[in-house]
């Protein structure tokens, strides 16, 4: 890796002469570039003070120390704030933020932020990217991150500098401009130490031709490929009268058949073939694909970690490749990986591409036997692959599960899909409940929201593209289904896109969350967005009064409350359940009532830290308490285990855990934050607790509860028919 020393005396040796008065650092990082931006700055000897500003991704925290080294922190992407904030700047810095995008969406920030900044620096590393394991610097980086050189052609570069990195891979500061007015380019022609011209050209000099070579050579290529020569020759390889001409020939001698055969072995995922690379002979280049004669569906999918910049993926296909003496294939293996069948010289072998870790198989067909080397990939491939795999674009290439997802989709009446995010877990249990039809992104819930890359989020945009959906509801709205919304819209533009919010107001003095507010009230008025839903009762009001379409949808958990459950002995069993202690639930009123009530025993789940010990400070005695919260199934069966359940919270929308536990027959009191029972006096009387921070009134009511237990589940079960069926007419008017 470069040493971050190597990458700050570039970034500095790009900016001497500039005047800086307004800087914005689009990377804070670790502070480093605000550092040597104010001290540059002072060494400038700029007659009036310097302003830096950062841009801080919204997945990291913003330390006290960093708050210090800017005059202002933005938190966001920088398309977003560069969108929202006024002004221009002398400079913006780009380092790793850029490597977060695709090369696509990383140029399009860059011309925009010219228009904003009279020059802009990258400081970036050329070349193939090195892996990464999890956790290590650079592993944000997405497929194609890495810049090459071919990318610097688009850009008004005006001053560069390289520097060979530790690993072999060099790094380079780029500063661009439209109009240089401190006119800091310089020249092209190098001079020897006495100032003669033609001495060897420096590394400004000699990356500058090499970027202009690189660019006439594709330039080339293009206009050779555009040939009506060239595509002819193309089509005629592709026929059966070449294959049978050659045949006459020479028996296809020299040729290697590789065949896709659509199985797999019994512990693979699917049954993907993925095709790196053919050399004509071992240790040769790759030759061109489009040398290569394709039968079947093929489909071509970005690779930038092998040549072309590209493979060719399939599960039942066949290649031809007019291979030498001794020629070379490169596979992916993987848990997705099927079996592929590769045929040289009348020999022939079967080969398993299935690993357990994502690798690379290399394939020597002259040789026996075939498989000449496996190369195990590190957890960074894996996880690509395993979350790009069967990315081709093809049904053909999605999982079973997607696949049953699509199926059911397309046969459905109403073709509305639902989408989520499983890590919140009421959020979660409450789309479930109120829609047919829902995706969770990101699909696991140990992943976080924020950490989904683009590759991963163009695979899900194509898994509900392909369920030809009239409508998509977004059940939560995390930046990241924001950003899917805008992939499926160019996939579908016609498609109506929804958001249910499950937020309060509280949650505005989050800093996140109304950031994320803002963001899909502006989707609304833009018209990517049709309707914002709500689960807090009142709220339709508020979006109503931004002038954005609204309705208000009642949470419900169908079926039919059980019986109170049947519990030996004399403790009263009461629990407490919360995902995580936040100000907004916060336990420890619940937990002190306990104490003022005898013979309970305290069953939970989340508590924190400062919440255990108060527990056992106060020698309340404990049942079970799971250090986290438990997973859906595991939360019914604990809450069945115990007399009454208190959730008694500071803030909430609509919580699913009291309607949870009324269904298995355990009254839960509640605080007064929501609607939930507000139209039945004798329930609301005795569930919800009208002072949530006096534990003396939690525990006068919890006590009342667990004497009236019965009652309150059964005039609870002649009340829910009613409270489902105005649920389900909300959910209709909704999607209407």
Known sequence: MTPCWQKVFLAVDSLIGLELRRVLDGDVAAGRWGVWLRGLGEAEGESGPLRIEGIVP???????????????????????????LPGTWDVIVYGDALRRLEREAATELLFSSLTRSAYVLIVASLGEEPPFAPGEAGGGAVPGGAWQTTDLVKLPVVRSGLLPAAAGRPVGSFLLSRDDPCRVARSGVASLPDGTPGASPGPNEDLSRVVQRVAEMACELGYIKKSVTYRWAKRLRASSLWNGARWVRNR?????????????????????????????????????????EWQGQWK?????????GRCYVTTRGRARVAGGGDPELRFITSAWSGRVEVAF??????????????????VRPARSPMQAERRNGDERREHLAAREQGFAGGPQTFSSVERALIETVRQADRRTLVIYCPRWVGISSSTRALFEHAYPVPDRADVAPQEVDDAS????????????????????GDEVHLRLVRLVRRKLPRLRVDLLWHGSYVQFSEYHEWELMQKWIDAARAGEVQSIGTVKKGMERFFLGLGIKSRLVLNF?????????????????????????????????????????????????????????????????????????LPHDDLMQAMRETHASLYVTFSECCPMLPLESMMVGVPCLIGPTSHLFEDHPYLFERLVVPFPDRADIIADFLERALGERDRIITEYREYLPGYNE???????EFLA
Request: hydrophobic share 40%.
């Open 252 to 292: 296809n001698v020299g040729v290697v058949t590789i065949r896709a055969l659509g199985t797999h072995g019994p512990s693979a995922r699917d049954a993907q073939v993925w095709l790196l690379g053919a050399s004509p002979n071992a240790g040769e280049m790759v030759m061109p694909w489009d040398m290569v």
């Open 557 to 629: 958990v169908p079926g039919t409350p059980m019986s109170p459950p049947a519990i030996d002995g004399q403790e009263r069993r009461v629990g407490t359940w919360v995902s995580k202690t936040t100000y907004r639930k916060i336990p420890h009123a619940m937990l002190s009532a306990l104490a003022m009530l005898p013979n309970c025993r305290l069953h939970a789940a989340g508590l924190d830290d400062s919440a255990r010990k108060l527990v056992q400070y106060l020698g309340i005695r404990v049942g079970v308490m799971h250090p986290g919260p």
């Open 345 to 362: 010289r009348r020999r022939s072998e079967t080969i398993d591409l299935w690993t357990r870790k994502t690798g690379e198989l290399i």
């Open 457 to 476: 989020l163009r695979r899900y945009a194509a898994v509900i593209a392909e369920t030809g959906i009239d409508q998509l509801v977004v059940s939560g």
């Open 58 to 84: 919204a997945f990291e925290p913003v330390s006290d120390r960093l708050r210090g080294l800017y005059d202002e922190i933005h938190v966001g992407e920088p398309a977003d704030v560069l969108a929202r």
């Open 726 to 732: 105005a649920a389900r007419r909300s959910v209709a």
């Open 300 to 308: 071509e999918h970005a690779e930038p970690y092998h040549p072309y």
